[in-house]
């Protein structure tokens, strides 16, 4: 027999309706999520390649590359970046998407499609874009390796090369909104507001 007048014993006691309304809050989570665009990802890679002086270890190559790397994904947040991937002439891509933005719509919206990360201790850049459909995400990461390889010099000067090592490969299934995630936190949020019920009946 549990002994219901302590609160462990009460929240035994109700376990299975703890569970059930954490269920319920997962599911409805979910479906909120849902509401949502679906986004798919394209994931591209570039390595920044610094000339290597005389004299001068790997180490500090690569730690060169890495800084370079951190300041190319700030640029590439930027309205500037934005021109030069829409330059791109071989990616059929619809830019109303962007363009019937207001201005602060249309960079807010950019900052969100394009996700750049260093890969630190390598060198490699990776670019990410998110988007509704796959086939345009893919457009986009491409499209924005292109635009790095050819005119990514303007950030960096001249004693830095990109190279495109990986085009973008599409994710299988949306991944944004992230519904797993949202269905755990929400099945968490539903266990410990059910579990303070409980406990303080």
Known sequence: MFNTHNPLGRL?????????VG???????????????????????????????????PYTVVRSAERVGENIAQVMKTNDFYAKVKDQK?????????ENKNEREKRKLWQKTIVPSVVYGTGV?????FHREPAVAEKLANAATDALVARGWEYIGGD????????????????????ALNALL??????F???LVVVKK
């Open 23 to 57: 269920i319920l809050v997962a599911i409805l989570s979910v479906g909120v999520t849902l509401l949502f665009p679906l986004q798919y990802r394209a994931d591209a890679q570039v390595l920044i390649i610094s000339q290597s002086r005389t004299g001068v270890d």
């Open 12 to 20: 035994r006691r109700g376990f299975k309706l703890i569970f059930l």
């Open 90 to 98: 071989n990616y059929d891509i619809d830019w109303s998407y962007f």
């Open 186 to 191: 929400g099945f968490m949020v539903g266990v």
């Open 125 to 129: 850049l990776n670019v990410s874009s």
């Open 193 to 195: 507001l059910m579990g």
């Open 160 to 179: 830095v090369t990109i190279k495109v090592v990986n085009n973008a490969v599409v994710t299988k299934w949306p991944v944004r909104p992230n519904l």
